[in-house]
C-alpha cells in the first residue's frame, strides 16, 4: 500500500543551524502538507502546497521556514537558523485532491527534531 | 481561527467496557477526520465522516458527525488492551474555499484499556 515516507526519523542540531526535513508523498497525490507537534501538544498546521506554491501558511510558518518540491517526488522543509522552541515531531501529509472521497489526509512517520 | 476541543484527554477503563470520546467546535468543518497514534509515529487515518448526521462503523469503532457538522464522536464498544492509545480528531476546513484543506487537531485523548 502507497505510504508516505519521512527521513532522517531523527535529526540533532545545533541552535542557529540550518536543517532539512525531507517527505516523499504518495506518488499521485497533488497536496502536501508539513505539521508539527511539540512534545505533549496538538499537531500543528505549518503549511500547505499545491501547484508548486504555497497555498496557506500559519502564523508558526514565519521567513525562517520554507518548503520546496526540488523534483517530482520528494517535498522538502527547511527551517533557516534553528531555535530551541523548534525542537518537535515534523509530520509531512499527502492528499490526492479536495473533492469529497478524495480529500483524506495520509501521514508520514515523522522526523523527530532535537535543537541544542 | 478554528478551534477544536476533545475530551476526555484521559481515559482509563477496563476490557469490555464502552466508552465514547468527543469532539467540538463552534465552527464547521467540511469533514472530521478520526485517528489513532502510535508513540514515535504519525498519525494514522481510521475514518472521515462528511455528511452531517453521518455515522460510521469500523468493527467495534462507531463514528458520528453531528448534524450541524461542528462536532463528533468516536464510540467504543467492549473495549480491548489493543484499543489502548492516543485517538485524535481533526477538522478539515472548507475545501476549495479560502483553505487548502489544513486539518485543525484536537489536543488527543489517550485510552488505556486494562486486562
Known amino acids: 500500500e502507497p505510504e508516505v515516507t519521512q527521513t532522517p526519523s531523527h535529526q540533532v542540531t545545533q541552535m542557529g543551524q540550518e536543517v532539512i526535513l525531507r517527505c516523499v508523498p504518495i506518488?499521485?497525490?497533488?497536496?502536501f502538507y508539513w505539521y508539527r507537534q511539540i512534545l505533549g501538544q496538538k499537531v500543528e498546521f505549518l503549511v500547505s502546497f499545491y501547484n508548486n506554491e504555497i497555498s496557506e501558511k500559519s502564523e508558526i510558518f514565519d521567513d525562517q521556514f520554507s518548503v520546496e518540491r526540488p523534483d517530482g517526488s520528494n517535498f522538502t522543509l527547511k527551517i533557516r537558523s534553528t531555535k530551541l522552541e523548534d525542537s518537535a515531531m515534523y509530520f509531512c501529509a499527502s492528499r490526492l485532491g479536495l473533492r469529497r472521497g478524495y480529500n483524506e489526509q495520509f501521514f508520514g512517520p515523522g522526523t523527530r527534531l532535537t535543537v541544542l | 481561527t478554528q478551534l477544536l476541543e476533545q475530551s476526555p484527554q484521559f481515559l482509563s477503563i477496563q476490557e469490555g467496557e464502552n466508552l465514547t470520546v468527543y469532539c467540538n467546535s463552534s465552527?464547521?468543518?467540511?469533514?472530521l477526520q478520526w485517528y489513532r497514534q502510535e508513540p514515535g509515529e504519525g498519525p494514522v487515518l481510521l475514518v472521515t465522516v462528511v455528511t452531517g448526521g453521518e455515522v460510521k462503523k469500523l468493527k467495534r469503532l462507531t463514528f458520528q458527525f453531528g448534524d450541524a457538522r461542528k462536532d463528533s464522536s468516536l464510540h467504543i464498544t467492549a473495549a480491548q488492551p489493543g484499543d489502548t492509545g492516543l485517538y485524535l480528531c481533526?477538522?478539515?476546513?472548507?475545501?476549495?474555499?479560502?483553505?487548502?484543506?489544513?486539518?485543525?487537531f484536537g489536543q488527543g485523548t489517550i485510552l488505556t484499556v486494562h486486562p
Open positions: 465552527s464547521v468543518f467540511s469533514s
Open positions: 481533526a477538522g478539515l476546513s472548507n475545501a476549495g474555499g479560502t483553505s487548502y484543506g489544513k486539518l485543525t
Open positions: 506518488s499521485n497525490h497533488l497536496y
